[in-house]
């Protein structure tokens, strides 16, 4: 009974974790580099911020405490407001901001547990539990941006497509969004996702720690 109840405990704070800053960061790096590229859209509805009450969807946020599966609310972005001139290109740089923010924060986890793990023994309690903390980031992280370039809409990988495909192949592929979140939803609650995103997630995290372990 104390394990089950153990297991609940971190369930419930790695949830918290993704909803009250990995959720919010991801999408304040999407309002930062279109504000960056000349669209003032995200700032001027106040979602220029790392707040997360600013980013939280909260049915979004109980799918991801009841399911494991959810999202905050998508940053506002105006590619008609943005200074390139190459709108396809500057609307797949901003979707790829999310997913780049939370590699880096994966990167940068790793880094942190890998060190605690060469330096620190098992038996530190405190160490311990750095280590276990900054090990569920990473993979978090990890977990996120492989998602979330999977590349079907309304995913960051979709928008993503706009650069390579033909702008009216890619309306007629939006028209069914609604219906395509359905249907990824539907894959992971049967698993069908699951094999090959982790796979892409374990590779991303062997390649981080095998760079960390070069520097420790």
């Not at 974790?17 to 580099?33: M, N, T």
């Not at 905050?72 to 943005?82: I, M, S």
Request: net charge positive; with cysteine.
């Amino acid at each position: 009974m104390g394990g089950d109840m153990v297991d609940v405990i971190i369930g419930l704070c790695v949830s918290a974790f993704v909803v009250f800053c990995v959720l919010p960061i991801h999408e304040f790096a999407h309002g930062w580099v279109a504000y960056k590229m000349g669209d003032e859209t995200a700032n001027n509805q106040g979602r220029l911020t790392l707040s997360p009450f600013a980013h939280i969807d909260w049915m979004g946020a109980i799918m991801i405490l009841l399911v494991g599966f959810g999202y905050a609310k998508p940053v506002p972005v105006n590619l008609g407001r943005v200074k390139m001139k190459n709108k396809k290109l500057a609307g797949a740089i901003i979707a790829l901001a999310g997913p780049m923010s939370n590699l880096i924060m994966a990167f940068l986890s790793t880094f942190v547990f890998v060190f605690i793990g060469q330096n620190f023994t098992s038996d530190n309690a405190v160490a311990l539990a750095l280590y276990v903390f900054f090990q569920y980031c990473a993979i978090i992280n990890v977990n996120l941006a492989v998602f979330n370039l999977i590349p079907i809409p309304p995913l960051d990988g979709s928008r993503v497509l706009t650069a390579v495909l033909p702008t009216h192949i890619y309306f007629k592929i939006m028209k069914y969004e609604r219906y395509l979140i359905l249907v990824i939803m539907a894959l992971l609650l049967f698993g069908v996702l699951s094999t090959p995103l982790s796979y892409a997630t374990n590779f991303v995290l062997d390649l981080f720690k095998k760079v960390a372990l070069l520097v420790f």
